[in-house]
């Protein structure tokens, strides 16, 4: 039987995507392992899956990249706290390493020190990441300002003008520490952004084409298929039976980033509208205010019960949140706050399934009118659902991890 590792970053946002896949495995005779978050501990062995917790250590370090005042200071802040969790889920991978002697291992793209400790020990490995990683391809703009592809010479101009000032500026700040943590493990210094995030032989991304830009250069180690919407199972709640007409679902993330501003413009400017507003906030309800009769706050709602009754989903651009929706061929609506939140909202123009609003903008009036407009998108909702349908899923993932395994361990 083989024995498979699967590690996550402490995130609810990055954990729920990586489920199907070990499902997938699980169920084709593999024995999977999961280090993650504590509290989902019990979720987690109720499927069926060993697992154990993460050092409590790693989600001490606070996420701050949404203080950040641009999107280059707000990568720069990742990248600073993914180093500094990483020397921590380094050694927590090495632990979980030698007690599970596995045959093939799977890293959450954010555990910077896990991926070193994975190369290092030299086994089949793979990176798993639930957004598009900031990998630079032909005719796509560098990540981080959510810029809209431009075709033509202007495009390269703009592209090869802005790229150095965002990707090239965290490079030259963070490769001092990103090889640090290589050191650590006898591991070559890396040279830029691109050759540290295609350094696994395979990487699965949980995306495809109309949402994510073609890209025909990334070639057969990077992997996309398409969205992995896994919510845990739960019950209905008694109170959606009694909903009236459609509802905008209104999300936020799960790791805390100061967005409670959109739940509040939401339920002001949609206190008339012909919807039930449904707001979701993980991270804890805090600084809302009145809630109008046609509105309900929550801390946590599994949206796929919501989702079955919702017309528009208003997201702060977390990738999970607004893929469960357009896998439901459900049009979006996007503020992003930060993260990789911008490149989300201008992957949702790109595929015309619904619009973004820039925070700074962000108004009841202007939302109200950004949701109208995002109700008109249902037709490129439903392209967008149907390739994440066709970039084959779990399956196609569970496939591709099986075929790094030599014939002897398959």
Avoid at 290 to 301: D, G, K, L, Q
Avoid at 364 to 372: I, K, Q, T, Y
Avoid at 400 to 408: F, I, S
């Amino acid at each position: 039987m083989t024995r498979i590792l699967a590690y996550t970053s402490p995130a609810i946002g990055h954990l729920f995507p990586m489920i199907p896949i070990l499902l997938e495995l699980r169920d084709r005779g593999h024995e999977v392992h999961v280090r993650t978050l504590p509290e989902q501990l019990d979720l987690v062995r109720g499927l069926g899956l060993p697992a154990e917790a993460i050092d409590p250590g790693i989600r001490a370090l606070p996420a701050d990249d949404y203080s950040g005042k641009n999107p280059k200071e707000a990568l720069d802040r990742a990248a600073a706290l993914f180093c500094a969790r990483g020397e921590l889920d380094g050694p927590d991978l090495d632990r979980a390493l030698r007690d599970v002697c596995p045959d093939l291992v799977l890293v959450d793209t954010n555990s910077w020190g896990a991926c070193d400790a994975a190369e290092a020990w030299g086994g089949p490995w793979t990176i798993f990441s639930p957004y598009t990683p900031a990998i630079s391809s032909a005719g796509t703009p560098p990540f981080g300002p959510g810029l809209l592809p431009m075709r033509g010479p202007l495009g390269r101009l703009r592209d090869a003008a802005v790229r150095p000032l965002v990707i090239g500026a965290v490079e030259k700040s963070m490769k001092p520490r990103m090889n640090a943590l290589r050191a650590h493990y006898g591991l070559a210094p890396v040279g830029s952004a691109d050759e540290y995030f295609r350094r696994a032989p395979l990487m699965l991304v949980t995306t495809s084409e109309p949402f994510e830009y073609p890209h025909p250069d990334w070639g057969d180690g990077i992997r996309m298929v398409g969205a992995l919407p896994w919510e845990p199972p739960t019950a209905r709640s008694g109170w959606l039976d009694d909903l009236d007409g459609p509802v905008v679902l209104v999300t936020t993330s799960s790791e805390y980033q100061a967005d409670e501003a959109l739940v509040r413009a939401a339920l002001e400017a949609l206190e008339d509208e012909p919807y039930t507003v449904i707001a979701t906030m993980p991270a804890g309800v805090n600084h809302i205010g009145e809630v109008p009769r046609n509105a309900r706050v929550e801390e946590f709602v599994p949206h796929g019960h919501v989702l079955d009754q919702t017309a528009v989903a208003v997201t702060h651009g977390g990738m999970g949140a607004t893929q469960k929706a357009l896998a439901r061929g459900i049009p979006v609506c996007v503020v992003p706050f930060g993260r990789d939140q911008l490149e989300v909202a201008a992957r949702v123009v790109h595929a015309d399934a619904g619009s973004r609003l820039a925070v700074k903008k962000l108004s009841p009036s202007a939302l109200r009118d950004a949701v109208r407009t995002a109700a008109t998108k249902q037709a490129g909702a439903a392209r967008v659902a149907a390739g994440f349908a066709a970039a084959g899923g779990a399956p196609a993932g569970a496939d591709a991890m099986e075929a790094l395994l030599t014939p002897a361990r398959h």
